[in-house]
């Protein structure tokens, strides 16, 4: 009896890292509890309490990709649980491509792979076990790789959740994507980091300009101000 409490124990801890009560239906690969993708930036930002000129602009163009990070205090103990450490929300034009959550590894201790997939089933559905990686995308070291292999993936033609494990220690998270708008916003990201690399020289040439002209304007003022006070 003792072994099949803590087994049912056991179930609703990794159950509440995925769904509260009421906010998610079985199979909907679109929602990470309230949250869902294709969302404007300004309707996460309302949800979370954030200022929605806040989240950080990573790349302008060729498209507009923003991120931001949110540490849910009260969204934690709405739950019972509060196994989610952390979320980092990734908008492709303003809008929700992709759902980053890192589980607070204390409230995952001595749990297995196995016991978090089939929590994360029964919200879900039936996974597979893809011989595959998925990029973190993390704009900060969460503790996780720039890419991690998936444990398990629950996917349709056009979105996917996957489950990974850090490869450097017992730190789980979840992925939740829109396959067109993450593969967008990857395929931005990796020309926006080109251009950064192909424009700098021109950038740092405009900057010099720029600081030299306003040190002439500077010394031009000086001058004005100072050469009728002069007297050698």
Not at 150 to 162: E, G, T
Not at 192 to 201: F, H, K, N
Request: charged letters at 25%; aromatic letters at 10%.
């Amino acid at each position: 009896m003792l072994s099949l409490m803590k087994a049912a124990s056991r179930a609703f801890v990794v159950l509440g890292m995925v769904a509260a009560p009421g906010l998610l239906s079985a199979e909907d690969l679109s929602s990470y509890r309230s949250f869902r993708i294709g969302t404007s930036l300004a309707t996460v930002a309302a949800q979370v309490h954030m200022d929605p000129t806040k989240p950080q602009t990573l790349y302008e163009r060729p498209a507009l990709i923003q991120q931001f990070t949110w540490w849910p205090d009260t969204f934690a103990a709405s739950s019972q649980t509060g196994a989610v450490k952390f979320l980092e929300f990734t908008f492709y034009n303003s809008e929700l491509c992709r759902i980053f959550v890192i589980y607070d590894r204390s409230r995952t201790q001595g749990l297995s792979a196995d016991d978090l997939i089939d929590s994360i089933s029964t919200v879900y559905g039936n996974p597979t076990r893809p011989a595959a990686s998925i990029r973190t995308g993390s704009s900060v070291l969460y503790g996780f790789g720039d890419e991690e292999k998936v444990i398990a993936r629950w996917q349709d033609l056009r979105r996917s959740v996957n489950l990974i494990r850090s490869s450097y220690d017992e730190l789980y998270g979840l992925i939740v994507v829109s396959k067109r708008m993450d593969g967008l916003a990857q395929e931005a990201m990796i020309e926006g980091a080109r251009l950064d690399v192909v424009e700098r020289p021109q950038k740092e040439i405009e900057r010099k300009k720029r600081e030299a002209e306003v040190e002439r304007a500077d010394a031009e003022k000086a001058r004005v101000l100072n050469l009728p006070a002069f007297r050698p």
